[in-house]
T-cell receptor
Framework: GQNIDQPTEMTATEGAIVQINCTYQ??????LFWYQQHAGEAPTFLSY????GLEEKGRFSSFLSRSKGYSYLLLKELQMKDSASYLC?????????FGTGTRLKVLA | GAGVSQTPSNKVTEKGKYVELRCDPI?????LYWYRQSLGQGPEFLIY????????DSGLPNDRFFAVRPEGSVSTLKIQRTERGDSAVYLC??????????????FGEGSRLTVL
């Protein structure tokens, strides 16, 4: 079977750091993506990991451990505009499987 | 256009009616996906096209759902005898030649379907 787990909701304060975890069990693995989705809008690409380790891109970093079936998205220097859902997605041969998403609320 | 275009953006229909949702992917993208997203959930895979053919339609919920991509570009998702449970946002996404392993999915804004 295929299963992707992430917390339903998280709250953090403006300027802080937040880590959103994702664990997965899939029949195939060719990479893990993180997408951001603001309410009522389409998902937009944040990061892609296919090898173990940390990928950094500005305020956003994503980590992958394939042996543990685990990833996290790290958001630094939180801004109000970071309030959104964050979707973890695993790709097998060609099919993306999405988690339910983590709703992040950034408080002033 | 520069991005993935979906029409209509909103569709309200009555139970039992037929609906067509259209997706115009980014020019040159051979891979095209349809997903369905309900409130508070992640996108749920429906069907994947590589070129004109449906490479994987295992996510279509039942035989009331059908999708085509006759010329390898625009795709239409067709839903017959709509039911209230079909209400959701239907997202279309496309990616570069070679499929998603080369990079990200580009999503359209979605078509919000409401079945009364």
């Amino acid at each position: 079977g295929q299963n992707i787990d992430q917390p339903t909701e998280m709250t953090a304060t403006e300027g802080a750091i937040v880590q959103i975890n994702c664990t997965y069990q899939t029949s195939g693995f060719n990479g893990l993506f993180w997408y951001q989705q603001h309410a009522g809008e389409a998902p937009t690409f944040l990061s892609y990991n296919v090898l173990d380790g940390l990928e950094e891109k500005g305020r956003f970093s994503s980590f992958l451990s394939r042996s543990k079936g685990y990833s996290y998205l790290l958001l630094k220097e939180l801004q109000m505009k970071d309030s959104a859902s964050y979707l973890c997605a695993v790709i097998g041969t060609y099919k993306y499987i999405f988690g339910t998403g983590t709703r992040l609320k950034v408080l002033a | 256009g520069a991005g993935v275009s979906q029409t209509p953006s909103n569709k309200v229909t009555e139970k039992g009616k037929y609906v067509e949702l259209r997706c115009d992917p980014i020019s040159g993208h051979t891979a095209l996906y349809w997903y369905r997203q309900s409130l508070g959930q992640g996108p749920e895979f429906l069907i994947y096209f590589q070129g004109t053919g449906a490479a994987d339609d295992s996510g279509l919920p039942n035989d009331r759902f059908f999708a085509v991509r006759p010329e390898g570009s625009v795709s239409t998702l067709k839903i017959q005898r709509t039911e209230r449970g079909d209400s959701a946002v239907y997202l279309c996404a496309s990616s570069w030649p070679g499929g998603p392993n080369t990079g990200e999915l580009f999503f359209g804004e979605g078509s919000r379907l409401t079945v009364l």
